[in-house]
Each structure stands twice: as structure tokens, then as C-alpha cells.
């Protein structure tokens, strides 16, 4: 259960408010992190336009989740795309900021989509998941909780209002971290890690891990 206090909410429509909120969260917790340095091409003005642009697409075609203290406001929130979904596969979901954010990037961090991200993570997704693994499952694809909330279950919480979703049928969860202590966490949340990679970059090479649970349909 989380800290007394927090709620924990499906949100459809998001105020403005709400998704500033969560955008600076997610460059707080992120902005030190190569992973983010490298796909915004090394230009950190830019970590902002692309988080809002992930949170727009999940909002408009997957799931959001927040966690809100009675207090503190937003403590932690989830996006999740449903099984026969994926985050910015569409014109729509782009033109909700990834389009914009692409155009700002530079030449640098054009070629590294090219050449590098948008070859690489998918295959290697694939080859961890299955060909159709990432879009036939309950793909998490971000995961943020506050510094000061961290270690109190907040995370364990929003994964688990999935895992409930996912085990009406039977169906898999699965996400991505970049970070060593990220994928011991969601391990001891009952996923299990299927491989890690390093992804090279021009801004540092970051490791790159899969996870998965497969859950059951109750009985």
C-alpha cells in the first residue's frame, strides 16, 4: 500500500497543470541520466518538449496514472500503452510535441535516431519480447516517483494497478529501464530481467535493460 496520504488515480484528461507537473518531474529525475542526454542530442533545452511530448501521446492513446500527495500534489505517475498500442506510432500521437521536438533537434541528434536509437532499441526489443511482444503487451514506458517519496512502495503500487489490468487476461507487462538500480527494483517487483545491452552514443553509452511479467488469470 502507498504512504498514507497519496492517492492513486487513473487520470484521462489531464489540466495543463498537471502534465507541467509531470514534465518537471521527469527532467528532474532524468536530466543526469545518459540515456535522456543522448536522445535529446546532447541539448538539455530539450528534455522538457520531449518528456511533454511522450506524456501528450501516452495520455491521448494509452493510460495515465497519477500519484498525488493531500499536501505535496504530484508524488509519482505511470504511462502505460494497452495491448495493440504503442507509444508515438501514429501521425496523431506525434503531432502531439514529437514532431515539433525532431524539428529542433540537431543534425547530431538526428543521425543518432537514424543510425543508432531507432534501429537498435527496437531490435533489441524484439528480440527480448518476441516480434510483436512490446505491442501485444501492457508496455509501461514511464515510471517517475519523486526523490523524497522513493522506497515507499509508490512505484510497486502504480505497477501493480497494471499487473491487475493485464491479469484479467492473462496478459504480459513489460518495460524498459536504463539504470542498474532501476532494473534490481523492478526485479524485486516480481519482473523478470531478460537481457541488458549497452547502447553507444556520442553523449555516453548507457545500458538498456528488458523486463517482463507474464501474469495469470484468476481463477
Known sequence: ?????????????????????????????MKDDPSLLSLVGGDALLMAPLSRAMLRAGIHSGQYYEAT?????????????????????????????????????????????????LTQFPAFVNACLGPTGKRDSWYINMLMVRREYQGHGIGKDLVNLICE??????????????????????????LTLLDRKIMPSPWGDWPLYILSLKTNIPN
Open 1 to 29: 500500500m502507498a504512504l498514507p496520504g497519496v492517492r492513486l488515480q487513473h487520470v484521462v484528461n489531464p489540466a495543463v497543470t498537471q502534465v507541467d507537473a509531470a514534465v518537471d518531474l521527469f527532467v528532474d529525475l
Open 69 to 117: 500527495h493531500e499536501q505535496d500534489g504530484l508524488v509519482g505517475y505511470m504511462v502505460t500503452m494497452p495491448p495493440g498500442k504503442d507509444l508515438l506510432s501514429t501521425d496523431e500521437q506525434r503531432a502531439l510535441g514529437l514532431t515539433d521536438f525532431m524539428s529542433k533537434l540537431s543534425s547530431e541528434g538526428k543521425e543518432y535516431y537514424k543510425a543508432v536509437y
Open 165 to 190: 489490468k493485464a491479469s484479467l487476461k492473462g496478459d504480459t507487462v513489460a518495460l524498459s529501464t536504463t539504470t542498474d538500480l532501476n532494473a534490481t527494483i523492478y526485479q524485486k517487483m516480481g
